[in-house]
């Protein structure tokens, strides 16, 4: 479904989305340097629209061979795979790191099907001067889409080497083996490996193949070093402190920068007055219409500048939403694009037992601890980034858009950053850097302090969730009403069965910034149809987890919910009427979830605690178990967050706790008891894990304070009832 | 609220000046700093005043720099000396991202002034490693895979090596409490505990 972004807020510059082919709901901030706006559009404007939008039958193509979500993927072996002469072998994709463990699976991939161990394996990953364009990192889709497609490519590469030897030896296939990355020949004593293929007259021939689409790959029983744990290939320089974040990059001569931010959403910069601040010792000011900044030789000086130059500025702070975050939810549902939509099985309820509940879900931040960073460096008219993103070809079009440069004057570079969890799909950092770079006329570190991100980078969009429900004599769901206001329509339908149902997603007028998430509005959705499946529940007088059973219908979320119920012995604490104990479940991207929780409510203060997750997990075969687990606990502890604390507030304007003081997320004392089961499927293919374990934990514990206190839970983050 | 960097670095002198009278320190930017309207007024010459010459052990080493010495510790590691391995997560100690060890003392080097590590001796993580000798704390990291984007892996390690200086006995029950201030927003804290578990298992082992 391509989803109409919604305008964004003033204090950035209006974006043009249609120029942007990025299938998502995020908003782009339309830095526009260089023309001025309307002779761009007029001169530019529809050239670059070719140059970044591809006919439908490449986007297919690109599927295939690895790329999706934008990506076109390798066109050769040579783009996907590199031998070298000396025995290297090099992969390159275009996905990132940033701790999900795409390093170590893609090794462990292109490993599997070339025969050598994963640490023989290389992987280049996300530098768009080098590697193919495999799309955005998002929406769990390196394993179902670019794990196959360097699989592929890997396979081809054995073949490859199997017939060179074959060739040279003059044998037929069952004449040799290969094993541990070499190809012997039976009879003989002769071996050829990968650095012989690749010194052969032949190899840059070949390479320069289409990858076949129908080569064979192992088999998951086969499989050697897919299946196993592999951690990711650069840990030791992780813990030594040596690897380079996207905010360590040095270059030479590099200078530091910050930005004049506003002082509310919406404010528009009237005037500064830049005369201090140009005094100052090696400190350059950049203005260039509602951007301005400045760089020096360190970040004190930087800082110190900026504050010269906002004691100056003059804004009109009138055009901020009048919006808050106390009257969001109406705010929103008042706002939805044609109205919130009325149940059309309005007629069908006389008689019936009717539930009818609306949901509330705030903006939160994703909050990686590592803020945007980026340093740009120009030569000569080209244009260099490193930065921290999960669309390293989306911010080469944007920083191209942004400069009215060709693409391939643009390289993004993106080294192993920290993380992103669908807060870093755009470049505004990256152009903001390069803007700063060129008037420096030197290379320009700008790291974004931990305020700039709270405020400044998207939310995680808010939603209002109407949901209405009735239950026919037998307990069954007669009807089922389900509408997302404003966060999107992942999860929005339900897995139940249901006589008639209506599921749809309502845009609104968000009055922040917003965009992706980890497993973006599912967490709101499923959130909403969970707690209210417990409403239903209790309406029948049934238990949630024989309730659920009893009428969802897809088997693979059946399986995981009777295996957490089973492993947390559901049934058996279900008898103790004080049980304070909650359940849920939820399928998204392909892979199932269900989460049972037990929380201990301390009277005296009226807060509660989550003391035990038993959480199961189905994503088809699984890859590699040790960072699946990963994952998954780096999941649920996220999910705890939003469940237990997490909440944006802001009026007039302005964030009011952006701040990890006052914007608590979770931390050493609030881990549970984590139980986590995974179920291998190796007869389904692998389908990506990053997201869907998170949309479990929050509805699960609000249904334990429901089932412990009696009284319903409307919203996140869960707080219990006043005494 | 403390908005303007001067406040901010008012606020850091502050906050290391408590620090310092526990350890005993003197600090003199109090003296200098005076109050927030003093300070804005006479920023620039106290600026001018303050580049200062400090001289401390870094990772075994002597060090001397010559800058304002009101700038981070952490500021001064990553851009002056090049030291990257110290992260900014937050700026005001809430994350501990930026931790390293002053006179083996688990400290946040963005709430520490350059100024405050004069004569001292500061190690941060380039430092903990010896040739091609892992660290005990880093190999139980490393081989509990324990973390994810690993942006906050080298201040919980700090974190840890500072907790088994002050008490090379302590279980890993007693260290969990003192982490609580270093945040991973990966959610990696079952396999890190595991990590310190393993850590404080070799330690004891080392110390037989």
Same mark, same amino acid.
């Given at each position: 479904m391509k989803t109409k972004s919604p305008p964004a807020p003033a204090g950035f510059p209006q974006p043009?989305?249609?120029?942007?082919?990025?299938?998502?709901l995020v908003d782009r901030v339309g830095y526009d340097f260089g023309l001025s706006r309307r002779s761009f559009v007029k001169v530019l404007g529809a050239g670059l629209l070719i140059a970044v939008s591809l006919p439908a039958v490449a986007q297919e193509e690109g599927a295939r061979r690895g790329g999706g979500l934008g990506g076109t993927g390798a066109r050769t072996l040579g783009a996907r795979i590199h031998l070298g002469a000396d025995g290297t072998i090099t992969v390159f994709a275009g996905k990132v790191e940033a701790g999900q463990g795409a390093r170590a699976e893609l090794s462990q991939s292109a490993a599997e099907e070339l025969g050598v161990?994963?640490?023989r394996v290389q992987i280049i990953l996300a530098d768009t001067g080098l590697?193919? +364009?495999?799309?955005? !990192?998002?929406?769990?889709g390196t394993t179902p889409r670019t794990v196959p497609a360097v699989r592929r490519a890997a396979a081809a590469a054995r073949n490859l080497l199997i017939e060179f030897a074959c060739r040279q030896w003059k044998?037929? &296939? !069952?004449?040799v083996t290969m094993l541990a990355g070499a190809v012997t020949h039976t009879a003989g004593k002769e071996t050829l490996t990968y650095a012989d293929l690749a010194k052969s007259d032949d190899a840059a021939q070949w390479l320069a193949q289409a990858i076949p689409a129908d080569v064979e790959l192992t088999a998951v029983k086969e499989w050697k070093t897919l299946g196993t744990p592999v951690f990711r290939p650069n840990a030791r320089d992780i813990v030594t402190g040596a690897h380079q974040y996207p905010s360590d990059i040095t270059r030479p001569g590099m200078l530091y920068g910050k930005i004049l931010r506003p002082p509310a959403y919406g404010a528009k910069l009237?005037?500064?007055?830049?005369a201090k601040a140009k005094t100052m010792k090696d400190v350059v000011v950049v203005q260039d219409d509602q951007f301005v900044g400045v760089v020096a030789p360190n970040s004190s000086q930087a800082e110190d500048a900026l504050t010269a130059i906002a004691a100056t500025a003059k804004w009109?702070?009138?055009?901020?939403?009048?919006?808050?975050s106390n009257d969001l939810f109406d705010y929103l549902k008042q706002n939805a694009e044609g109205g919130?939509?009325?149940?059309?099985y309005a007629d069908e309820l006389a008689g019936a037992k009717v539930v009818r509940r609306t949901y509330q879900v705030p903006y939160i931040q994703?909050?990686?601890?590592?803020p945007r960073a980026a340093v740009a460096e120009w030569n000569e008219g080209r244009l260099k980034v490193w930065t921290g993103s999960q669309n390293p070809f989306g911010c080469r079009r944007e920083l191209a858009r942004a400069f009215h440069?060709?693409?391939?004057?643009v390289r993004v570079a993106i080294p192993d950053?920290?993380?992103?969890?669908?807060?870093?799909?755009? $470049?505004e950092g990256a152009i903001e850097a390069a803007r700063l770079a060129k008037a420096a006329g030197k290379p320009v570190s700008l790291r974004w302090t931990r305020e700039e991100e709270f405020t400044w980078a998207y939310f995680r969009p808010a939603a209002a969730i109407i949901a209405e429900a009735s239950l026919d004599?037998?307990?069954?769901?007669a009807t089922w009403h389900f509408i997302n206001v404003?966060?999107?329509?992942?999860?929005?339908? !339900?897995p139940y069965a249901a006589g008639k149902k209506n599921c749809r997603y309502v845009p609104s007028k968000p009055p922040l910034r917003h965009g992706s998430y980890r497993a973006l509005a599912a967490t709101a959705n499923n959130f909403a149809r969970e707690v209210f499946m417990d409403e239903l529940a209790a309406a029948a007088g049934a238990d949630p987890l024989e309730f659920r059973l009893d009428r969802l219908e897809n088997p693979r979320l059946c399986d995981v919910l009777r295996k957490a119920a089973k492993e947390f012995d559901w049934t058996g604490r279900a &008898?103790?009427? +004080? $049980?304070a104990i909650g359940l849920a479940c939820g399928t998204e991207k392909g892979s199932c979830v269900a989460a049972c929780v037990e929380i201990e409510i301390e009277r005296k203060s009226n807060q509660f605690k989550v003391h035990r997750v038993c959480q199961a997990f189905e994503c088809?075969?699984?890859?590699n178990p040790a960072n699946l687990t990963s994952q998954i606990q780096g999941a649920i502890l996220m999910g705890l967050g939003a469940a237990l604390r997490e909440e944006i507030q802001f009026a007039d304007g302005k964030?009011?706790?952006?701040?990890f003081r006052k914007y608590r997320v979770p931390r050493?004392?609030?881990?549970?008891?984590l139980d986590v089961h995974l179920l291998d499927r190796p007869d389904l293919p692998p389908a990506g894990a990053g997201? !869907?374990?998170?949309?479990a934990i929050a509805p699960a514990v609000a249904n334990a304070v429901f089932r412990a206190t009696g009284k319903s839970v409307y919203a996140l983050p869960v707080r219990l009832p006043p005494v | 609220m403390l908005k303007s960097p001067q406040s901010k670095r008012f606020a850091r002198s502050v906050w290391t000046a408590a620090v310092n009278r526990r350890s005993g320190k003197r600090n003199f930017q109090l003296t200098v700093a005076g109050t927030g309207s003093l300070y804005a007024m006479t920023r620039d010459a106290v600026r001018q005043a303050m580049q200062t010459t400090i001289h401390f052990t870094l990772n075994g080493r002597p060090r001397t720099v010559t800058t304002?010495?009101?700038?981070s510790l952490l500021e001064v590691l990553r851009e002056?000396?090049?030291?990257?391995g110290t992260k900014y997560g937050?700026?005001?100690?809430? *994350? &501990?991202? *930026?931790t390293v060890l002053i006179n083996g003392h688990s400290t946040a080097s963005c709430m520490t002034?350059?100024?405050?590590?004069?004569q001292q001796e500061v190690l941060t993580i380039e430092g903990l490693a010896t040739a091609d000798r892992l660290h005990p704390v880093q190999e139980a990291f490393l081989a509990e895979g324990?973390?994810? *984007?690993?942006? *906050?892996t080298a201040g919980m390690i700090l974190g840890v090596v500072g907790a088994l200086k002050e008490n090379?006995?302590?279980t890993a029950a007693e260290i969990i409490p003192q982490m609580? &201030?270093?945040?991973c927003r990966c959610g990696s804290y079952a396999k890190y505990i595991k990590a310190i578990g393993r850590a404080v298992a070799q330690t004891g082992k080392a110390g037989a």
């Amino acid at each position: 479904m391509k989803t109409k972004s919604p305008p964004a807020p003033a204090g950035f510059p209006q974006p043009d989305y249609n120029e942007l082919d990025d299938d998502e709901l995020v908003d782009r901030v339309g830095y526009d340097f260089g023309l001025s706006r309307r002779s761009f559009v007029k001169v530019l404007g529809a050239g670059l629209l070719i140059a970044v939008s591809l006919p439908a039958v490449a986007q297919e193509e690109g599927a295939r061979r690895g790329g999706g979500l934008g990506g076109t993927g390798a066109r050769t072996l040579g783009a996907r795979i590199h031998l070298g002469a000396d025995g290297t072998i090099t992969v390159f994709a275009g996905k990132v790191e940033a701790g999900q463990g795409a390093r170590a699976e893609l090794s462990q991939s292109a490993a599997e099907e070339l025969g050598v161990p994963a640490g023989r394996v290389q992987i280049i990953l996300a530098d768009t001067g080098l590697v193919p +364009d495999d799309g955005i !990192t998002a929406g769990s889709g390196t394993t179902p889409r670019t794990v196959p497609a360097v699989r592929r490519a890997a396979a081809a590469a054995r073949n490859l080497l199997i017939e060179f030897a074959c060739r040279q030896w003059k044998v037929d &296939r !069952t004449a040799v083996t290969m094993l541990a990355g070499a190809v012997t020949h039976t009879a003989g004593k002769e071996t050829l490996t990968y650095a012989d293929l690749a010194k052969s007259d032949d190899a840059a021939q070949w390479l320069a193949q289409a990858i076949p689409a129908d080569v064979e790959l192992t088999a998951v029983k086969e499989w050697k070093t897919l299946g196993t744990p592999v951690f990711r290939p650069n840990a030791r320089d992780i813990v030594t402190g040596a690897h380079q974040y996207p905010s360590d990059i040095t270059r030479p001569g590099m200078l530091y920068g910050k930005i004049l931010r506003p002082p509310a959403y919406g404010a528009k910069l009237i005037s500064i007055d830049p005369a201090k601040a140009k005094t100052m010792k090696d400190v350059v000011v950049v203005q260039d219409d509602q951007f301005v900044g400045v760089v020096a030789p360190n970040s004190s000086q930087a800082e110190d500048a900026l504050t010269a130059i906002a004691a100056t500025a003059k804004w009109d702070t009138t055009t901020h939403s009048p919006a808050s975050s106390n009257d969001l939810f109406d705010y929103l549902k008042q706002n939805a694009e044609g109205g919130v939509p009325a149940n059309p099985y309005a007629d069908e309820l006389a008689g019936a037992k009717v539930v009818r509940r609306t949901y509330q879900v705030p903006y939160i931040q994703h909050a990686p601890l590592e803020p945007r960073a980026a340093v740009a460096e120009w030569n000569e008219g080209r244009l260099k980034v490193w930065t921290g993103s999960q669309n390293p070809f989306g911010c080469r079009r944007e920083l191209a858009r942004a400069f009215h440069l060709p693409e391939e004057q643009v390289r993004v570079a993106i080294p192993d950053f920290g993380a992103g969890y669908g807060g870093k799909h755009t $470049a505004e950092g990256a152009i903001e850097a390069a803007r700063l770079a060129k008037a420096a006329g030197k290379p320009v570190s700008l790291r974004w302090t931990r305020e700039e991100e709270f405020t400044w980078a998207y939310f995680r969009p808010a939603a209002a969730i109407i949901a209405e429900a009735s239950l026919d004599p037998a307990g069954k769901i007669a009807t089922w009403h389900f509408i997302n206001v404003n966060s999107g329509g992942n999860a929005v339908d !339900t897995p139940y069965a249901a006589g008639k149902k209506n599921c749809r997603y309502v845009p609104s007028k968000p009055p922040l910034r917003h965009g992706s998430y980890r497993a973006l509005a599912a967490t709101a959705n499923n959130f909403a149809r969970e707690v209210f499946m417990d409403e239903l529940a209790a309406a029948a007088g049934a238990d949630p987890l024989e309730f659920r059973l009893d009428r969802l219908e897809n088997p693979r979320l059946c399986d995981v919910l009777r295996k957490a119920a089973k492993e947390f012995d559901w049934t058996g604490r279900a &008898r103790k009427k +004080d $049980a304070a104990i909650g359940l849920a479940c939820g399928t998204e991207k392909g892979s199932c979830v269900a989460a049972c929780v037990e929380i201990e409510i301390e009277r005296k203060s009226n807060q509660f605690k989550v003391h035990r997750v038993c959480q199961a997990f189905e994503c088809g075969a699984v890859l590699n178990p040790a960072n699946l687990t990963s994952q998954i606990q780096g999941a649920i502890l996220m999910g705890l967050g939003a469940a237990l604390r997490e909440e944006i507030q802001f009026a007039d304007g302005k964030i009011l706790n952006a701040s990890f003081r006052k914007y608590r997320v979770p931390r050493y004392d609030d881990v549970p008891e984590l139980d986590v089961h995974l179920l291998d499927r190796p007869d389904l293919p692998p389908a990506g894990a990053g997201e !869907t374990p998170i949309i479990a934990i929050a509805p699960a514990v609000a249904n334990a304070v429901f089932r412990a206190t009696g009284k319903s839970v409307y919203a996140l983050p869960v707080r219990l009832p006043p005494v | 609220m403390l908005k303007s960097p001067q406040s901010k670095r008012f606020a850091r002198s502050v906050w290391t000046a408590a620090v310092n009278r526990r350890s005993g320190k003197r600090n003199f930017q109090l003296t200098v700093a005076g109050t927030g309207s003093l300070y804005a007024m006479t920023r620039d010459a106290v600026r001018q005043a303050m580049q200062t010459t400090i001289h401390f052990t870094l990772n075994g080493r002597p060090r001397t720099v010559t800058t304002d010495s009101d700038r981070s510790l952490l500021e001064v590691l990553r851009e002056d000396l090049q030291l990257t391995g110290t992260k900014y997560g937050c700026g005001e100690g809430q *994350c &501990r991202a *930026c931790t390293v060890l002053i006179n083996g003392h688990s400290t946040a080097s963005c709430m520490t002034s350059i100024g405050d590590v004069d004569q001292q001796e500061v190690l941060t993580i380039e430092g903990l490693a010896t040739a091609d000798r892992l660290h005990p704390v880093q190999e139980a990291f490393l081989a509990e895979g324990a973390f994810q *984007c690993g942006y *906050c892996t080298a201040g919980m390690i700090l974190g840890v090596v500072g907790a088994l200086k002050e008490n090379p006995k302590a279980t890993a029950a007693e260290i969990i409490p003192q982490m609580q &201030r270093h945040l991973c927003r990966c959610g990696s804290y079952a396999k890190y505990i595991k990590a310190i578990g393993r850590a404080v298992a070799q330690t004891g082992k080392a110390g037989a």
